[in-house]
Nanobody
Framework: QVQLVESGGGLVQPGGSLRLSCAASGIFFSIYTMGWYRQAPGKQRELVALITRGGTTNYADSVKGRFTISRDNAKNTVYLQMNSLKPEDTAVYFC?????????WGQGTQVTVSS
């Protein structure tokens, strides 16, 4: 059974930082492209960042220079370090594991940026 379990969300003030983690099980983690997506109320789910099996990263323009995605294949975990958070970063953040023929999602973790 495939599971992606996110953690690390919460309430943070503008300018603050959070680190999200996504622990994967039931998949051969190292061959998957891992991604973080987010969905704000009333908006479509959007890509935040992804990291390929080879370590290539890609970011949404809105988070470039503030967020960093990384992976630890030994721990089957992908991370999202979020710095200089803004109120517009408020959303549910979802972890995704993808390869041709397979596409898995976590349950999401809430991130709220507010003073």
């Amino acid at each position: 059974q495939v599971q992606l379990v996110e953690s690390g969300g919460g309430l943070v003030q503008p300018g603050g930082s959070l680190r999200l983690s996504c622990a994967a099980s039931g998949i051969f983690f190292s061959i998957y492209t891992m991604g973080w997506y987010r969905q704000a109320p009333g908006k479509q789910r959007e890509l935040v960042a992804l990291i390929t099996r080879g370590g290539t990263t890609n970011y949404a323009d809105s988070v470039k220079g503030r967020f960093t995605i990384s992976r630890d294949n030994a721990k089957n975990t992908v991370y999202l370090q979020m710095n200089s958070l803004k109120p517009e970063d408020t959303a549910v953040y979802f972890c995704n594991a993808k390869k041709p023929g397979n596409d898995y999602w976590g349950q999401g973790t809430q991130v709220t940026v507010s003073s």
